[in-house]
């Protein structure tokens, strides 16, 4: 069986779920440097899923932290311009892809 290539975003505690995926189902994860350059060649995918995951492109986390901290609406322009970098390169990669991102309309909603 081919490996089935994924590719992660660098996140705190996520070694052992990428661990879990790629034994139980074969996945190859490449994780991101926080550059948001997908270390990959053009079209490298049939598809590509992003399931909630666009959002958190922020750029550098220290440097996103401090700015958020400093101007919230600095930090939500620069966070955007890197959101959109990071859907051009999705779009760069793959020949089909699909992108979600939660409804802001329902964040800190309670849910009966």
């Not at 290539?5 to 705190?12: C, G, N, S």
């Not at 995918?45 to 958190?56: R, W, Y």
């Not at 959109?84 to 999705?90: L, M, N």
Request: net charge positive; hydrophobic share 40%; with cysteine.
């Amino acid at each position: 069986m081919r490996p089935r290539p994924a590719i992660a975003r660098r996140h705190e505690g996520q070694c052992e779920a990428l661990a879990f995926a790629e034994r139980e189902f074969g996945y190859r994860t490449v994780l991101l440097d926080g550059n948001e350059h997908l270390p990959v060649a053009d079209k490298s995918f049939d598809v590509i899923f992003c399931s909630s995951v666009i959002e958190h492109i922020t750029g550098p986390k220290d440097e996103a932290v401090a700015l958020f901290k400093r101007d919230g609406r600095r930090f939500s322009e620069l966070a955007f311009d890197y959101q959109k970098r990071f859907a051009e390169e999705i779009r760069r990669a793959g020949h089909a892809y699909f992108v979600q991102a939660p409804n802001r309309a329902s964040w800190g909603v309670p849910r009966n």
